[in-house]
């Protein structure tokens, strides 16, 4: 079993949806969650950044972290074409080396 | 955050040549990595870099590969050497500014070995 899961897609939603992406892990040592963007060829951008189990909102995204389901969630609202992108959720224990999962692809559709 | 500036964006090289990546940050920060990232696939981390020590590299990368340097906290170049077609892929270079257990990521240089 791999240490972080993520379907990759793709997923395509119409303009104005609600988005969930989720990973699941296996390595009950994760402390810290954070997702993060890419576009096509261009670099990750930290997206949302979670410590331990909870909710963090950020405007139209939604960082979720359940512990004790070793599963992680980002919601977009009120989707935007902008949003279209490869979405990576990432993992650490603290002052150790993420572990990234594989991506989700999106497309949100004008 | 911090602000990160690779070079080259993008490259194609012949087999058998090889390429430095430069990547510079806008402040100074301690921990440095190198990523890659394969077509499709997820990031991989080749290598930490440590100002004034030598570059920690993951299972499965080589220094004789993928000889990096960190001659200051603003500094790291990532070599790929002696390229084959199997090392296409982007070269990311990011860093953990400190703030907390999480890092931030250049542009990345993509790389074509042809």
């Known amino acids: 079993q791999k240490e972080v899961e993520q379907d990759p897609g793709p997923l395509s939603v119409p303009e104005g949806a609600i988005v969930s992406l989720n990973c699941t892990y296996s390595n009950s040592a994760f402390q810290y969650f954070m997702w993060y963007r890419q576009y096509s060829r261009k670099g990750p951008e930290l997206l949302m950044y979670t410590y331990s189990s909870g909710n963090k909102e950020d405007g139209r995204f939604t960082a979720q972290v359940d512990k004790s389901s070793k599963y992680i969630s980002l919601f977009i609202r009120d989707s935007q074409p902008s949003d279209s992108a490869t979405y990576l959720c990432a993992m650490s224990k603290g002052n150790t080396p993420l572990v990234f999962g594989k991506g989700t692809r999106l497309s949100v559709i004008a | 955050s911090a602000v990160i500036s690779q070079k080259p964006s993008r490259d194609i090289c012949q087999r058998g040549t090889s390429l430095t990546i430069q990547c510079q940050v806008d402040?100074?920060?301690?921990?440095m990595f190198w990523y890659r990232q394969q077509p499709g696939q997820s990031l991989t981390l080749i290598a930490t870099?440590?100002?004034?020590?030598?570059?920690?590299?993951e299972s499965g990368f080589v220094i004789d590969k993928f000889p990096i340097s960190r001659p200051n906290l603003t500094f790291s170049t990532l070599t790929v050497s002696n390229m084959s077609p199997e090392d296409s892929s982007i070269y990311l270079c990011?860093?953990?500014?400190?703030?907390?257990?999480?890092?931030?990521f250049g542009e990345g240089s993509w790389l074509t070995v042809v």
């Open positions: 990011s860093v953990d500014p400190g703030a907390g257990n999480t890092i931030y």
């Open positions: 402040s100074q920060v301690t921990m």
């Open positions: 870099a440590n100002q004034g020590s030598e570059a920690t590299y």
